[in-house]
C-alpha cells in the first residue's frame, strides 16, 4: 500500500497553517446549506437547518484510509418511499454509511447522494460567524452557524459523485430537479446544474465558528492515494515478482468507487495476480525439489494401471510450503517427476499424472486434475478488466454491423455512438457516476464529435445541457398478448410492478435479488426470455456447471409454458414459438457423449465422458448440443421435436433429412442400425457431427455456459462477439466481475444479473493470508469478493427484490429472516401451506420428532420448525495438513437419526440431503453410509459440503455441523455458508452440532438427558442472552487462523434454545480429540 503522509508543504492555494491547529484532519461531516446571492439571497438545501427545503446537505471534508482525501458538499435527495412497488425498484449503498462506515455488504437506503468535490490545490475559502440578524433563517441549527465562502480557480472544475444514477420519487419536487438538471428550477431560477458549476459559494455550516476553520482546512490534506501498481495492466507474468515484492504492506480498504480507469483496472487486475501468484511461485519452487519416494507393492504389478508412491515430506519442507501445501493437498492436481539419479537433472525418466491419496482406507476418494494452469486463467481475467482501458477496442464490433480491419496493427474507427456507450460503460463498473460522460467529457479519449438525440456535444462552447440516462425496454414487444403470456410466470401480486421494472432499465442493466427459495431464477428466465424476444440472442452464464445447468433448464421449462399459453386457441400463423435454449459443453465432451448415445440411446447422463484421472465430466445431456442433435437425427432416445420448438431447430432437422451423406448416421441414430454395423465413414462421423454442433450453436436463441468456455471455444466465442445483443447472470453473487467483463464485454450490451449477496461470496483463496512478515498475500482479497452483484447493488443501482417465500414451508424461514434478511418484508406464497402434499415429509419428521423426544417444544399449529441434535462431548479430529474437521460422533448420530426416522416413518430418503461444512465430514459419511446398519439409506443423495450445493434443494436438509467447543466454531462461523446451510430444505430441516461450540451458551442447561440413538430424550435448554465478544479466533477455509464474528452462529444457537426445539444425545463413547 501506499504510505500515506500529511503534506510536507501546503497546496499553492491552501490557506496558512492555523495556530494550535491539529496535526492531521479529522473526517468532518456537518450539516449545511447554500446562499444564492449574498446572505440574503435564496437557500438551496438545509433541511436539517430547517431552511424549509425539500432536501439535506453536508459540508465534508474526508479524510480516510487507502482514499484520494477531498473537500466538498453532499447533497442527499430522498428516495420514493413506494418506489419498489411502483417498479423503480430499491437502493442500497456500499460506499458510505453515515459517511464515515465503510461496508463489505450494501446497506438499504432512503436516499440518493451526490456529492461535489472540490479541485485539489485550487480553491479557497474564508470563514466567518453568521451574523446573528440571519440566525431566524436556520431555526433547525444545533451547533452555531458559520459562513464559508469557497472560490474555484480559474480553469478548475469540480468532480461530482453520483450525478446521473437513476432516480425516482414520485409526486416530490426532486425527480424533476435530478431528471432535467438543466432546466427545471430547485428554488428561485436556479437549477441544480446552474448550483454544481458555480465558481464560488457561500455555505451556512452547522457547526462552531471557532472549530471550523481547523475541521475544514485543505492544509491537512495528505497527498493524493495512488496505488503504487503503474499505469500498464495487461497480462505480463515478467513484470508480476517484482512488482508484488516491492509494494507489500496491509489489505487496501474495499473500494465502492474508482476515482479513474486506471484505478479500476489495477484493482480488479491485481485482485486476480495476487491470488494465484504465490501458490504459483511455491509450485515452482516444489518442482525443484527432489525427495526420495518409493512404490507400494501390489498384486498384478505388470498389469496395473495405478500405482501407490509413498513421499515422505521432511519437517523443512512442510514448514516451508506450509500455506501452498495445506491448499494443494486438498485435491490440487500435480504431476509427479521421477528421477533415477536425484543428482542428474537430465535424468528425468517419467512424469506421472498424480493427485494426492487423503486416507488411506478410501482409495476411492481420490480426485484428480491437471497440472496447474495459472497462465490461461489469469490470462482471460485480466484482459477482461482490460477491456476497460478507455483506449481499448470495441470487443464485439461485429454485434455492431462493424468489420475489423484485416491488419490487426490498423485501428478501427469506432462510431461516436459506440464510443459512447463504452464510456457510460466505464462510468457504471467505476461506480461513481456520470458526471463527465453525460458533460461530454470522456476520461483518456479524444473529444466525441457526435450529434446525438438527447444533446450535441460538438459544440465546447455551447452550454452544457446534460442529456438523460440511456434507458432499455426489456419487454420491447409489439403482440401485447405475449407479453401477458410472460407475465404470468410472475406472482399476481408482482406482475405490475416486475413489468414497470423491466420495460424502464436504465442503460439496460437489471438486477434481480432475494433469499433463498423466492424464484430469483424463474424471475431471471423471465426476463430473459423478455430480452430475447425485444433485444435479440442473449448469452447466458453463472459461475459453475451447476447453476448454468439449472438456469438453462429453467429457461427451457419457462419457454415451453409461455408458448404453450400464448399458443393456446391459436392457428398454424399466429403461432409463438420457443426458443432455443442450449447448454453448450466442451465440443470434444460433447462429441464423446454423442457417440455413446449412438451406441446406447438410453445411457442419458451417464454418456459423460470420464477416466480413472480425470473424473466425471460436467457434461448432462438435457439441453446439450449432443441432445439437439439427437433430436434433429430423430434418436429415440431424446424427445421428439415439438410444433413449435424454433424454427430454425425444424430447418436443421429437415436438413439432416435430405442430406445423402447423413443418412448412414440418421439409421445409427434411430435404431436402424446398430453401432457394430455402422456404414458411414467413421474418420468423417466428427467432422460430421461438429458441423452439426455449429449449426446449433448458429441457431440457437439463447446459449448458456459458464463464463471460461466462452474463451475456450472458438465457434462459441464468434456467436458471443457477433450474435448476443444481452447478457444474462444467475448465481451472480457468486461470480468475481472479471468473469462477468469476459462474457459481457465493454459495449453495454443489455444485461440481467440474479443472485443473493447475501450467499457465497466468489472464492478468494488468499483472502486473509499474511506472509512470514505479516504482510497480506493478496492486498486487493475484499475487492475480489465483491461480485458483480454486490457492487452494482453497492453503487446504488436500482434492484428489483421478491417478496413471496416459494419453496419452504410456513416457519422453515425464520431463522434466516431474523439473521440474514431483517430488511426485507417477505409472506409465504400459496406452496408454502404445511398441510399441502409437497409437505408430507416435514410432517412426517415433525410427528417422528415429537414421539421420539417428547421433550422438545411442537411446532405451532399451521407451521414446521427445525430442531437442534446437541451432541453432548463429541470429539472432531482436525488433519494437521489441511485443517480440515471430521467428526465421527456427529456423523453417527445423525446417521443413525435419519435411519430410525426414515424407516419408522416410512419415507423416500432420496427426498432428504446431508450437508456438511468440511470435505473430511464429506468423505466419513459416505463411509460410513456403507455400513450395514444404514442400508436404508442406500437412495439418497450423497452428501455434500456447502459450497457443492448451493442453489440445490431437498425435501428435508440434515445439517452436520462437524465441530465441537473444543476445537472451535471453525468456519462454521462465515455468516454466508451458514445462511446456505440453513435454507437448502422445503419442509424440514436438522442441524447435528454442539450447542455450545462459541463457548457462549453453557448457561441454564435442561435436566433431562439421552444417550446414544435410543434414548435421546434431551430437554431443551433455557439459556439467557450471554454477555461475551462478538469474535472468536477460528480457522479459515484452508486452515488459516483470524477472528471472526461469531454473532449469527450464537444467535442461531440462542433461536434454537429459545424456541425449545433442542435435543440433547449423548454420545456412547467418549474419545480425546485427535489430528489425523
Not at 627 to 635: E, G, N, Q
Request: some cysteine; overall charge negative; charged content about 25%.
Amino acid at each position: 500500500m501506499a504510505t500515506q503522509t500529511p503534506s510536507s508543504a501546503a497546496p499553492p492555494s491552501a490557506p496558512a497553517p492555523v495556530p494550535g491547529a491539529k496535526a492531521a484532519a479529522k473526517p468532518f461531516f456537518r450539516p449545511c446549506a447554500i446562499l444564492l446571492g449574498g446572505l440574503d439571497g435564496h437557500i438551496f438545501g438545509g433541511k436539517d437547518l430547517g431552511s424549509g427545503s425539500e432536501f439535506s446537505m453536508t459540508l465534508v471534508s474526508l479524510t480516510y484510509v487507502d482514499t484520494t482525501s477531498w473537500m466538498g458538499f453532499g447533497m442527499d435527495f430522498p428516495l420514493g418511499t413506494e418506489n419498489e412497488n411502483e417498479g423503480f425498484g430499491m437502493c442500497h449503498d456500499g460506499k458510505f454509511y453515515l459517511w464515515t462506515h465503510f461496508l463489505c455488504s450494501p446497506q438499504q437506503t432512503d436516499k440518493l447522494r451526490i456529492c461535489v468535490r472540490f479541485p485539489r490545490g485550487k480553491f479557497s475559502r474564508t470563514v466567518s460567524p453568521l451574523d446573528e440578524c440571519h440566525f431566524l433563517r436556520f431555526p433547525g441549527s444545533k451547533r452555531g452557524l458559520t459562513v464559508v465562502d469557497v472560490s474555484i480557480e480559474d480553469g478548475a472544475e469540480v468532480e461530482v459523485d453520483g450525478f446521473g444514477l437513476p432516480f425516482a420519487n414520485s409526486g416530490h419536487p426532486s425527480q424533476a430537479w435530478l431528471r432535467y438538471p438543466a432546466t427545471a428550477p430547485v428554488v428561485g431560477d436556479y437549477t441544480l446544474l446552474d448550483v454544481i458549476q458555480k465558481r464560488s459559494f457561500t455555505f451556512v455550516v452547522d457547526h462552531d465558528p471557532t472549530d471550523v476553520p481547523r475541521s475544514w482546512n485543505p492544509i491537512f490534506y495528505p497527498p493524493p492515494f495512488e496505488l503504487p501498481y503503474g499505469a500498464i495492466h495487461d497480462w505480463n507474468p515478467e513484470r508480476y515478482p517484482k512488482q508484488l515484492a516491492d509494494n507489500q504492506g496491509p489489505q487496501f480498504m474495499p473500494c465502492w468507487g474508482f476515482d479513474n480507469d486506471d484505478a479500476h483496472l489495477a484493482t480488479l487486475t491485481q485482485a486476480q495476480v495476487q491470488d494465484v501468484w504465490s501458490l504459483y511461485e511455491a509450485t515452482l519452487e516444489m518442482k525443484e525439489v527432489k525427495l526420495s519416494a518409493y512404490f507400494v507393492d501390489q498384486d498384478d504389478l505388470d498389469s496395473a494401471k495405478v500405482f501407490f508412491v509413498v513421499v515422505p515430506l521432511p519437517a523443512e519442507f512442510q514448514l516451508r510450503f506450509k500455506d501452498a501445501w495445506r491448499r494443494l493437498s486438498k485435491g490440487s492436481p500435480l504431476t509427479l517427476d521421477v528421477y533415477g539419479n536425484p543428482e542428474d537433472e537430465d535424468d528425468l525418466s517419467q512424469q506421472l499424472e498424480a493427485k494426492i491419496q487423503d486416507q488411506p482406507k478410501s482409495i476411492e476418494l481420490f480426485r484428480t486434475a491437471h497440472p496447474i494452469g495459472a497462465s490461461d486463467l489469469l490470462l482471460r481475467k485480466v484482459n477482461a478488466v482490460c477491456m476497460f482501458h478507455p483506449k481499448a477496442a470495441p470487443t464485439n464490433p461485429l454485434a455492431f454491423g462493424l468489420t475489423p480491419p484485416e491488419d490487426p496493427k490498423v485501428k478501427a474507427t469506432v462510431p461516436p455512438e459506440l464510443r459512447l456507450r463504452m464510456s457510460l460503460h466505464r462510468d457504471l463498473v467505476r461506480g461513481r457516476g456520470f458526471w463527465n460522460t453525460m458533460r461530454g467529457v470522456f476520461e483518456g479519449d479524444e473529444y466525441l464529435s457526435a450529434s446525438l438525440e438527447q444533446v450535441s456535444l460538438a459544440d465546447r462552447d455551447a452550454p452544457y445541457v446534460p442529456f438523460p440516462l440511456p434507458t432499455v425496454n426489456l419487454l420491447d414487444i409489439k403482440d401485447r398478448a405475449f407479453v401477458d403470456a410472460l407475465m404470468q410466470e410472475a406472482l399476481v401480486d408482482d406482475r405490475e410492478r416486475f413489468e414497470r421494472y423491466l420495460t424502464n432499465r436504465p442503460l439496460g442493466l437489471g438486477i434481480i435479488t432475494a433469499g433463498p427459495g423466492f424464484g430469483k431464477t424463474t424471475a431471471l428466465a423471465l426476463a430473459t426470455l423478455g430480452m430475447a424476444a425485444s433485444v435479440g440472442n442473449v448469452y447466458g452464464t453463472a459461475p459453475t456447471h451447476v447453476a448454468t445447468d439449472n438456469f438453462a433448464a429453467r429457461l427451457d421449462a419457462v419457454t415451453c409454458r409461455v408458448t404453450d399459453r400464448y399458443n393456446q386457441g391459436r392457428d398454424e400463423g399466429s403461432r409463438a414459438r420457443r426458443k432455443l435454449v442450449v447448454r453448450v459443453y466442451k465440443e470434444l465432451d460433447e462429441y464423446y457423449a454423442l457417440c455413446e448415445l449412438l451406441k446406447d440411446p438410453h445411457k442419458g447422463d451417464k454418456a459423460a465422458p470420464s477416466g480413472s484421472w480425470r473424473g466425471p465430466s460436467r457434461w448432462k445431456l438435457r439441453l446439450s448440443m449432443a441432445f439437439w442433435a439427437l433430436v434433429c437425427l430423430r434418436s429415440p432416445g431424446v424427445r421428439e421435436l415439438h410444433d413449435d420448438d424454433s424454427a430454425a431447430l425444424h430447418e436443421i432437422r429437415d436438413q439432416v433429412d435430405k442430406n445423402e451423406d447423413l443418412g448412414p448416421l440418421r439409421a445409427l441414430a434411430t435404431g436402424n442400425v446398430p453401432w457394430e454395423e455402422f456404414l458411414g465413414d467413421k474418420s468423417k462421423l466428427k467432422d460430421d457431427i461438429v458441423e452439426l454442433f455449429h449449426s446449433l450453436i448458429s441457431a440457437a436463441d439463447i446459449i448458456c455456459t459458464p463464463p471460461a468456455l466462452a474463451h475456450n471455444y472458438d465457434r462459441l466465442t464468434v456467436w458471443r462477439d457477433s450474435e448476443a445483443q444481452g447478457i444474462a447472470v444467475d448465481e451472480a453473487a457468486n461470480m468475481m466481475r472479471q468473469d462477468l467483463y469476459s462474457i459481457w464485454g465493454n459495449t453495454l450490451l443489455p444485461c440481467v444479473l440474479a443472485g443473493d449477496d447475501q450467499q457465497l461470496a466468489p472464492v478468494v483463496a488468499t483472502l486473509i493470508d499474511k506472509d512470514a512478515d505479516g504482510n497480506y498475500v493478496n492486498r486487493f482479497g475484499e475487492d475480489a469478493q465483491i461480485s458483480p452483484l454486490a457492487w452494482f447493488k453497492g453503487t446504488r443501482w436500482p434492484i428489483y427484490r421478491l417478496h413471496t417465500q416459494l419453496r419452504m414451508a410456513i416457519g422453515q424461514f425464520e431463522i434466516c429472516h431474523g439473521q440474514v434478511y431483517k430488511d426485507l418484508p417477505y409472506k409465504y406464497g400459496q406452496w408454502s401451506v404445511v398441510a399441502l402434499p409437497g409437505h408430507s415429509n416435514g410432517r412426517a419428521l415433525e410427528s417422528y420428532i415429537k414421539a421420539k423426544y417428547p421433550g422438545i417444544t411442537p411446532a405451532p399449529a399451521g407451521t414446521l420448525r427445525p430442531v437442534f441434535l446437541n451432541c453432548q462431548d463429541s470429539f472432531c479430529q482436525v488433519d494437521p495438513a489441511t485443517k480440515s474437521k471430521r467428526n465421527f460422533d456427529q456423523v453417527k448420530v445423525a446417521l443413525d437419526f435419519i435411519c430410525d426416522f426414515v424407516q419408522t416413518a416410512k419415507i423416500d430418503p432420496a427426498q432428504m440431503v446431508i450437508i456438511t461444512p468440511y470435505k473430511a465430514n464429506v468423505e466419513t459419511i459416505t463411509r460410513m453410509r456403507k455400513k450395514p446398519e444404514y442400508a436404508a439409506l442406500s437412495s439418497i443423495q450423497p452428501a455434500a459440503t456447502v459450497d457443492s450445493f448451493q442453489g440445490q434443494e431437498g425435501d428435508i436438509a440434515i445439517i452436520i455441523m462437524g465441530t465441537n467447543k473444543k476445537v472451535g466454531p471453525g468456519f462454521t462461523t462465515d455468516e454466508r455458508r451458514l445462511n446456505v446451510m440453513l435454507s437448502r430444505q422445503k419442509s424440514g430441516l436438522v442441524v447435528v452440532g454442539d450447542i455450545n461450540v462459541t463457548g457462549l451458551t453453557d448457561k441454564g442447561k435442561g435436566k433431562d438427558k439421552g444417550k446414544g440413538k435410543d434414548k435421546g430424550k434431551g430437554k431443551v435448554k433455557g439459556k439467557g442472552k450471554p454477555s461475551a465478544p462478538p469474535k472468536m479466533l477460528v480457522e479459515g477455509v484452508d486452515g488459516e487462523l483470524a477472528y471472526a464474528r461469531v454473532t449469527m452462529l450464537q444467535n442461531i444457537h440462542e433461536w434454537f434454545c429459545e424456541q425449545g426445539r433442542v435435543i440433547d444425545i449423548a454420545v456412547k463413547d467418549k474419545a480425546a480429540d485427535t489430528e489425523v
